[in-house]
């Protein structure tokens, strides 16, 4: 079997899986509570690795073995960075959200940060927020069906004289997670993110074990000292000066900061069952995120090693996986990528959908009904902006993740820990963070400005405007 066939087969099988899930979880989804967080009956495990998948996805794949490959050793500050946010969000912000969220009966992080439903200026914040999210998810969730739909469309081409066009892929790839996703609300949603977080680690285990055992260790050592390019071999490349290497470091360590400020992940707090639930938990997700990241920055510097050029490097993890093992193996694995950008979708509409129908514009009546049609509905659009909209508009889509972390972060730290903010202080704080991180984005700002600024600005925001009550 060709590892073309291989990975459509695998293709086939993990999308019908899906979608047994998606039925299986129908039964357990009663109401809107069952729908947005599984009636708070979340296990520990499922938790974890579905929350993992939902903030890491394909970019810790293919983009952190980029960087790696491109960048060498100051890559590892990559490690720090991401784990760092993991840790922020298990030990910091999970158990006091989780029982925030109990105590004061909110779904969404929407609620959380907006407060009491009797104050002055909580209806601007539940709109304001709910738009931010919607529009930041919305381009994610474009993005991730352009690209996967190109990826599958170039995969059958190996297998066909005529494959399908990407915009078929893209319409076939997101009827899937739509149906499951309407199906079976937020189970079907962590179920089906567990499994493929599950794939990820496994994938980030078994590929750069095979590709250090091509090379051996001290073989890898020495290849990357002999990398030709400026800075390979140091920890701060080829930056010269304290200043740019505190800047440097200070740019990557910054991706920490947005963890706790995603509303697809951290409703994952909000709906496990105890706290119990919550040691275990982070125990599962800081082993995944250990593995994972140790994992791909290490295939990346292998790889660097085993392949001295190869464009922009991204295809790294496609070349070695089919030079390593046989075709049925590395089309598991390549089927695995694959599915990751096509299945993180799931979570990101589930939140959108949730920002409409229990924040946004909450309605009487059945609300489990009304989520499913905004399931569909959302869907459909971003399946319009990915098959209409040029790839250029998606190729900066990074902006989301620093501009929901600086909106929302800053705010739920004041609201766990303080006991909130004012309405006025609220929105200041989330305009001054969406719009700064949106801004240093566009503006090609160098990355600490892009990833530290906007935390920094929202938190002055907020405590001077507190200083002032």
Known sequence: MSAATAILVTLVVYKVVLLAIGFV????????????LGG?????????????????????LLGVSMYAYNSGLSAIWLFPACVG???????????RLRRHSLQTGTLTLTEVLAGSKDRSGYRAIMVLA??????????????????????????????????PSATWMIIVGAA???????????????????????????TAVVLPIAAVAELGM???????????DAGFDELFGDRAGFAACIGFVAGLLGIGLGYPGQPHVVNRFMALRDDAAVVSARRYAMAWAILVYTGMITLGLAGRVLHSRLGEGEEIFFVLTTELFSPV??????AAVLSAIM?????????????????????????????????????????????????????NVLFAWAAMGAAFGPVLFFVLWKGGLSAPATLATMVVGFVAAVSAHVAGAPGWVKQVVPYVLAFVVAIAMRARR
Request: proline share 3%; aromatic share 8%; no cysteine.
């Open 343 to 395: 299945s993180t979708a799931d979570s990101q509409l589930l939140v959108g959908a949730s920002s409409i129908t229990n924040d946004l514009a909450p309605g009487r009546g059945n609300d489990l009904a009304r989520s499913r049609i905004v399931v569909l509905l959302l869907t459909a659009a971003s399946v319009a902006a990915a098959v209409v909209m040029p790839k250029e508009i998606f190729d």
């Open 25 to 36: 979880a129908e039964r357990w989804t009663r109401d809107q509570a069952d729908f947005v």
């Open 85 to 95: 946010g993991f840790a922020l969000n298990w030990y910091v912000i999970a158990p």
């Open 218 to 228: 001290s073989e890898l050592w020495s290849g990357i000292g002999n990398v030709e």
């Open 130 to 163: 709910s738009l931010m999210i919607l529009f930041a998810l919305m381009v994610y969730v474009a993005a991730q069906l352009q690209g996967a739909g190109k990826l599958f469309s170039s995969v059958l081409e190996d297998l066909t004289e005529e494959p």
């Open 40 to 60: 708070r009956g979340l296990g520990p495990l499922v938790a974890a690795i579905s929350a993992s998948a939902s903030s890491s996805s394909v970019w810790t």
């Open 176 to 202: 899937i997670v739509v149906a499951y996703t309407i199906l079976g609300g937020f189970w079907a949603v962590s179920i089906t993110d567990t499994l493929q977080g599950l794939m990820m680690a496994l």
């Open 329 to 334: 193996i590395a089309g598991v694995m390549v």
